[in-house]
């Protein structure tokens, strides 16, 4: 995609700083990071969301899985992480192409979401 923004960070046309990367995914520092510890890992292949995941998407998603806690451990997160990938409208994703943000390096993450009644 010629103007999505995580696919031009991919292509080098909009600096990152790089946590990892290989031949699939990119993982660089969030620019307003919420945390010590801000990262997002990236498909290279434009998904849009998880919500436009496919079966043969699978092994890629495993291998972002398996990725996430070295990752964290190696940005200092020896403790715990929290993984958090939004989804559409609802779920508050800003950049349309599927990201994990990985959150750390506090003695502990606030709470998630207010319970509603």
């Known amino acids: 995609m010629d103007s999505c923004i995580f ?3 991919v292509r ?3 600096p ?3 946590v990892y990367e290989d ?11 919420a945390a010590p510890v801000h990262f997002m890992l990236i498909p290279k ?4 969301s998880l919500a436009d995941v496919e079966d043969a998407h699978s092994a890629l998603l495993g291998e972002m899985m398996v990725l996430v806690p070295r990752l964290a451990r190696e940005q200092g997160c020896t403790d715990g992480f929290r993984t958090i ?7 508050g ?25």
């Open 23 to 33: 031949s699939r995914v990119y993982a660089f520092h969030d620019i307003h990071p």
């Open 45 to 48: 292949l434009h998904i849009n």
């Open 7 to 9: 696919c031009k960070i």
């Open 85 to 91: 990938i939004n989804t559409g409208r609802v779920g």
């Open 93 to 117: 994703q800003e950049v349309h192409h599927l990201h994990m943000h990985i959150i750390g390096g506090m003695e502990r993450l606030p709470g998630m979401i207010a319970r509603g009644k």
């Open 12 to 14: 080098g046309e909009i």
């Open 16 to 18: 990152s700083e790089k």
